[in-house]
């Protein structure tokens, strides 16, 4: 898979559960898996809505990318073949997240 560009990085990175999904991957070994939305914190989001969003835009996207690998059955993501290349911005924003404005994560 061809390694996404940078306008692909920032689009995948513009929306905050596919940042806070990024973000929980960041510490994760290349294959731990994830239950999403379970373990990803979106308590201020209404539930039905996310539940389409994820599943029809969300991780179609992040997949189509190669920055995940989506488990559709199981709703388990992991690390994508080009998680690497988006790492370093997913750094820069773990590292100043207690300066980042309220939202942005």
Same mark, same amino acid.
């Given at each position: %898979?061809? $390694?996404? /560009? !940078? ?13 806070? @999904? @990024?973000?929980a991957?960041?510490?994760? =070994? *290349?294959?731990? =898996?994830?239950? !999403? *939305?379970? #373990?990803?914190? +979106? &308590?201020? $989001?209404? *539930?039905?809505r996310?539940? $389409?969003?994820?599943?029809?835009? /969300?991780?179609? %996207?992040?997949?189509? +990318?190669? !920055? ?5 059955? &199981?709703? %388990? !993501?992991? =690390? ?8 370093? +911005? +997913? ?7 207690? #300066?980042?404005p309220?939202?942005?994560?």
């Open positions: %898979m061809e $390694t996404p /560009h !940078v306008d692909d990085a920032f689009r995948a990175l513009s929306n905050p559960f596919r940042r806070r @999904l @990024l973000l991957l960041l510490d994760q =070994k *290349p294959h731990d =898996k994830i239950i !999403v *939305p379970g #373990e990803i914190d +979106l &308590s201020e $989001t209404d *539930p039905h996310l539940e $389409t969003a994820l599943f029809h835009n /969300h991780l179609p %996207m992040l997949a189509d +990318l190669g !920055v995940i690998e989506w488990e559709q059955d &199981s709703h %388990m !993501v992991s =690390k994508g073949s080009n998680f690497e290349a988006i790492q370093p +911005l +997913l750094e820069l924003i773990d590292n100043h997240r207690d #300066e980042l309220d939202g942005w994560i």
